[in-house]
């Protein structure tokens, strides 16, 4: 069964920095593309970034380039997302997502708060 | 960018109904890589539909999905208790960034 388990989600201060990881276990990690998705409390789904298998190649949404950056750890079945000069309105639900062709897989997210 | 613009906005609708959410592409969207997701409160999002048509696992056959182009829809034929939820469209194709619609709220009239 694929499993994929956030943790990392906290209360931090504007400015401030946070890592999210997600473990994946239940199929060949290295195999997949990985995605983390966020939702902001009350709005919809928006997509924050991907790496391919490999981690060769990375994308960000333009509200995150430059302060989040994602990255896997393939020995260890964990995904990534450095995130930095945090802002108000970086606070959602952040999940991560397996790109399985046609079928994505979600954790159960983790909340990143983001307020003085 | 992809902009995907659902509608209605809400629909309200009592259990038994009919539902027919509508999603629409700004720019022409391969079929494969279409989805609808289900999302209640505290819940990961739920996969309904991938590729615009296919059900995906344990997805009751009232849930269906249509379209191609720039035109899609999620038909529910007839709404129960559960399924009074936030509705949402995605692309996933190799144009980035990848995107959602806006939702399309279900809710009991």
């Known amino acids: 069964e694929v499993q994929l388990v956030e943790s990392g989600g906290d209360l931090v201060q504007p400015g401030g920095s946070l890592r999210l990881s997600c473990a994946a276990s239940?199929?060949?990690?290295?195999?997949?593309?990985m995605h983390w998705v966020r939702q902001v409390p009350e709005k919809g789904l928006v997509w924050v970034s991907r790496?391919?298998?490999?981690?060769?190649?990375?994308f960000y949404a333009d509200s995150v380039k430059g302060r989040f950056t994602i990255s896997r750890d393939d020995a260890k079945n964990t995904l990534y997302l450095e995130m930095n000069s945090l802002r108000v309105e970086d606070t959602a639900v952040y999940y991560c997502?397996?790109?399985?062709?046609?079928?994505?897989?979600w954790g159960q997210g983790t909340l990143v708060t983001v307020s003085s | 960018e992809i902009v995907l613009t659902q509608s209605p906005g809400t629909l309200s609708l009592s259990p038994g109904e009919r539902a027919t959410l509508s999603c629409r592409a700004s720019q022409e969207v391969a079929r494969s890589y279409f989805a609808w997701y289900q999302l209640k409160p505290g819940q990961a999002p739920r996969l309904l539909i991938y590729s615009a048509s296919s059900r995906a696992t344990g997805i009751p056959d009232r849930f269906s999905g249509s379209g191609s182009g720039t035109d899609f829809t999620l038909t529910i034929s007839r709404l129960e208790p559960e399924d009074f939820a936030v509705y949402y469209c995605h692309q996933y194709g190799n144009s980035l960034p990848i995107t959602f619609g806006q939702g399309t709220r279900v809710e009991i009239k």
């Open positions: 239940g199929f060949t990690f290295s195999d997949y593309w």
């Open positions: 790496i391919n298998d490999g981690g060769s190649d990375t």
């Open positions: 997502a397996r790109e399985n062709w046609q079928v994505w897989d």
